[in-house]
């Protein structure tokens, strides 16, 4: 209470003189710390020096754009820097012979037929939306032709007596109370069934069990 009255009764030149004596305090602080380095294992420690990415964005740190450490010169470098993440008209450019080098001939081979056809069909979507569509739409088919199969499979190819290919789907037993009544405990010779008991055909005496 008693700093906050002192500092209500300061002139402003005052308020600047002791906020600049501050500045100089941590100045003086910052200056006397000891740099320590950090040596972090990275992908690229086995390649040459000039194989290496290195950054290039100038202070990316916001301590590191403070007043006293950046110079009209290191503004204009960050200015230049930001303004050249802007992407302009004809970006993002497409490069093929760049797709040759991450893509290997197998992936090259299963993405030629939807890369030539949303080729084609840039003019009509536009060409900044090829990628967009590129990534979506065949995942989107593919799970939709994978869903069909799994459908198919589960309604026509039901594992059952007759064969022992084909899905079998069994339902968890549900949960009851002391007080509520259970269901009827199946026969030792009814289990795993598959649907013999509700068949067609080969009934009578003669196929009793």
Not at 57 to 73: G, I, Q, V, Y
Not at 108 to 123: K, M, S
Request: net charge positive.
């Amino acid at each position: 209470m008693t700093k906050d009255k002192n500092d209500a009764n300061l002139t402003e030149s005052q308020k600047k003189e002791v906020m600049k004596q501050n500045l100089k305090v941590e100045i003086k602080k910052l200056l006397s710390q000891e740099t320590k380095w950090t040596k972090e294992p990275t992908p690229f420690d086995h390649f040459p020096a000039h194989e290496k990415p290195f950054p290039i964005e100038p202070f990316p740190h916001e301590r590191h754009r403070l007043p006293f450490k950046m110079s009209e010169e290191d503004r204009q470098r960050r200015k230049t820097w930001i303004k050249s993440q802007e992407l302009t008209e004809r970006e993002p450019v497409r490069v093929p012979e760049l797709e040759q080098m991450i893509y290997n001939p197998i992936r090259r081979l299963y993405r030629g037929p939807t890369d030539r056809l949303f080729q084609a069909l840039a003019p009509v979507v536009g060409q900044h939306r090829v990628p967009f569509f590129r990534m979506i739409i065949p995942k989107l088919f593919l799970g939709y032709i994978g869903a069909c199969v799994v459908w198919y499979n589960l309604k026509y190819h039901k594992g059952d007596w007759e064969e022992k290919k084909g899905f079998t789907l069994i339902q968890t037993r549900g949960v009851y109370l002391p007080e509520e009544e259970k269901p009827r405990t199946a026969e030792k010779w009814d289990f795993a069934d598959q649907g013999f008991q509700a068949r067609k055909a080969f009934k009578g005496p003669d196929y009793a069990y």
